[in-house]
């Protein structure tokens, strides 16, 4: 039986894994800041090949990043599971949803206004 972490797919299959989880905790952002704790052996199987950190902070309006994630594979494969879900589409619709993930693998959840990113 292969194992996921060997799939070649892996990334995508360990945001999909939490994507109900994450999009409970945009809904749950409307009253305040959420918080996900990932297990460091869950990320770093995920991404072995990632020498700098896991690190990332990724920023979400309308589909589309507003912050620079080119150089982080995670944030881009974070964002693909998003632009794949109905409801994180809808929430990232009117509001910008901060994603970041911090060096002892919590994931920080941040509504935030759209306001002037329309002009």
Do not use: C
């Not at 770093?44 to 080119?70: E, H, T």
């Amino acid at each position: 039986m292969q194992s996921y972490y060997s799939s070649p797919d892996t990334h995508s299959y360990l945001w999909s894994k939490y994507r109900p989880a994450i999009l409970k905790l945009m809904v749950d952002s409307e009253e305040g800041p959420q918080q996900y704790n990932f297990f460091k052996h869950e990320i770093s199987r995920a991404y072995p090949r990632l020498k700098r950190g896991f690190s990332f902070k990724l920023k979400v309006y309308q589909n589309k990043p507003v912050n620079d994630i080119k150089g982080s594979v995670i944030a881009q494969d974070l964002l693909k599971v998003l632009r794949s879900s109905g409801t994180a589409s809808e929430l990232v619709e009117d509001a910008v949803y901060e994603f970041q993930l911090d060096k002892q693998y919590n994931l920080h959840i941040t509504k935030e206004s759209a306001e002037g990113l329309d002009d």
